[in-house]
């Protein structure tokens, strides 16, 4: 190996889990481009899963977020001090932040890393911790802006979104199925009110799906359940109905959808899930630029009706349920079934 080749790399992208999903392609990039390196991802630990198993990884990096800033309120530094301090130790001389913002830079300057690559236009001040910036449009793709970071690092890009499941997490899912066909996903739940299709209408295509012979499987996090309290009211009175709202974990539903001939759902991370698997999908937007965080290559698979002088602020819970309620469930119905027509 040349003596310039980055021999420990350390990828930081703690979050969202739909972000650390579509940001495997820099991982896979790196370890084509460096099969011999030691390549480490930090992420937060609630996150972790969804890429623990991933053949590129060397090693996770599990920040705990959560954790530390309990510790931090209690004036207990020792934590925090001493996750910097295991950053300092890998003696990592390459270091991408593909996060850019102020945390994730400031992990990257922790390392002390002699090369720390991450966006001249990072937010919060992000690019002031690194010792090469590069100007990267932000109207791109974020999938895109990421490849094309490493690129400039000289790092040739591949657009490998492939995800891996856990082996034991697909058995555990299979039993939970049982032999009768695997049921489409719906993620009917965001955790913004803006972002979310009406709850009646995820109720009504349930119902259209289930009396076509299918069946359905409910996804999303536990603390929105309340979300979608007459879809769980479906499940309980059917049995094609499975209520996995909060039942999952993360390796749970990368093993689910890993199956799943369809997915349906809001702008959230089963979209990305999706991508991951090269599953067929049905993406319901409303107040979020497609053109950047979109599933990847599969704006075809968006439904989304915004005009000139939309808000396309997902923050702005009033707009943004107005365009959500612009997409119909008929043409939902008829976007799920002409998916199911063609992967049959």
Not at 59 to 75: D, I, Q, T, W
Not at 107 to 127: D, H, M, S
Request: aromatic residues 6%; hydrophobic residues 45%; positive net charge.
């Amino acid at each position: 190996m040349d003596s310039n080749t980055p021999s420990r790399v350390l990828l930081i992208r703690p979050s969202a889990l739909g972000d650390v999903c579509r940001s495997v392609p820099v991982l896979a990039s790196l370890r084509r481009a460096l099969p011999n390196a030691r390549i480490d991802w930090l992420v937060n630990d609630s996150f972790a899963a969804a890429i623990e198993h991933h053949p590129a990884l060397t090693n996770l990096v599990p920040f705990a977020r959560k954790a530390l800033g309990e510790g931090l309120k209690r004036l207990n530094t020792r934590p925090t001090r001493e996750f910097l301090a295991g950053l300092r130790r890998t003696n990592y001389d390459l270091v991408i932040d593909a996060q850019g913002l102020f945390r994730s830079g400031f992990f990257a300057r922790a390392t002390r890393a002699p090369r720390r690559v991450g966006f001249a236009n990072a937010r919060e001040l992000g690019w002031a911790f690194m010792t090469e910036r590069h100007e990267i449009d932000p109207a791109m793709h974020t999938v895109d802006r990421m490849l094309r970071l490493i690129e400039l690092a000289g790092i040739p890009p591949i657009a490998d979104m492939r995800l891996y499941s856990c082996p034991p997490e697909r058995e555990a899912m299979s039993r939970l199925v049982g032999n009768a066909p695997w049921p489409i996903v719906l993620a009917p739940t965001s955790r913004w009110p803006g972002k979310q299709w009406p709850s009646d209408r995820f109720a009504a295509l349930a119902r259209h799906l289930v009396s076509r012979g299918q069946r359905v499987a409910l996804v999303g996090a536990p603390a929105e359940r309340e979300q979608c309290a007459q879809l769980i009211a479906m499940a309980e009175a059917d049995p094609r109905v499975l209520d996995l709202i909060g039942k999952t974990g993360i390796a749970g539903l990368m093993a689910l959808i890993e199956q799943s001939p369809l997915v349906i759902a809001n702008d959230s991370a089963p979209l990305h899930i999706a991508v991951g698997f090269k599953r067929p999908l049905v993406a319901l937007f409303g107040p979020t630029r497609r053109q950047t965080v979109g599933p990847y290559k599969r704006d075809a698979d968006v439904i989304q009706h915004a005009q000139p002088g939309d808000s396309m602020d997902h923050k702005n819970e009033a707009s943004g349920r107005a365009l959500m309620a612009r997409i119909s469930t008929s043409e939902v119905i008829e976007a799920a079934e002409t998916r199911l027509a063609t992967s049959s």
